[in-house]
């Protein structure tokens, strides 16, 4: 599989490798999009769906500077996670 729904599986899959406590996770958990609602909302309800303990998944806009670098159609999930060592 190609396109968008590769990328939502895929971004959930690394998400769950480093995210705290995995799917049981209940922490704070935000989608910012760079203006695709339409795109941010469907993957905000995967994730409602994936890490049904979260009580509340806010949809932000990504700000002009970062929209600036990535474009329209961004949309990032962000959430607390394991300390890594840079790569």
């Given at each position: 599989?190609?396109?968008?729904?590769?990328?939502?599986?895929?971004?959930?899959?690394?998400?769950?490798?480093?995210?705290?406590?995995?799917?049981?996770?209940?922490?704070?958990?935000?989608v910012?999009?760079?203006?695709?609602?339409?795109?941010?909302?469907?993957f905000?309800?995967?994730?409602?769906?994936?890490?049904?303990r979260?009580k509340?998944?806010?949809?932000?806009?990504?700000?002009?500077?970062?929209?600036?670098?990535?474009?329209?159609?961004?949309?990032?999930?962000?959430?607390?996670?394991?300390?890594?060592?840079?790569?």
């Amino acid at each position: 599989m190609r396109g968008r729904p590769a990328a939502v599986r895929t971004t959930i899959e690394t998400m769950d490798k480093h995210i705290q406590n995995g799917r049981d996770y209940d922490g704070k958990l935000w989608v910012c999009h760079s203006n695709c609602p339409d795109i941010a909302q469907p993957f905000r309800e995967t994730l409602k769906e994936h890490y049904p303990r979260v009580k509340d998944i806010p949809l932000f806009d990504i700000g002009t500077i970062i929209a600036a670098h990535c474009g329209p159609g961004t949309v990032a999930a962000f959430f607390m996670g394991d300390e890594r060592e840079p790569e």
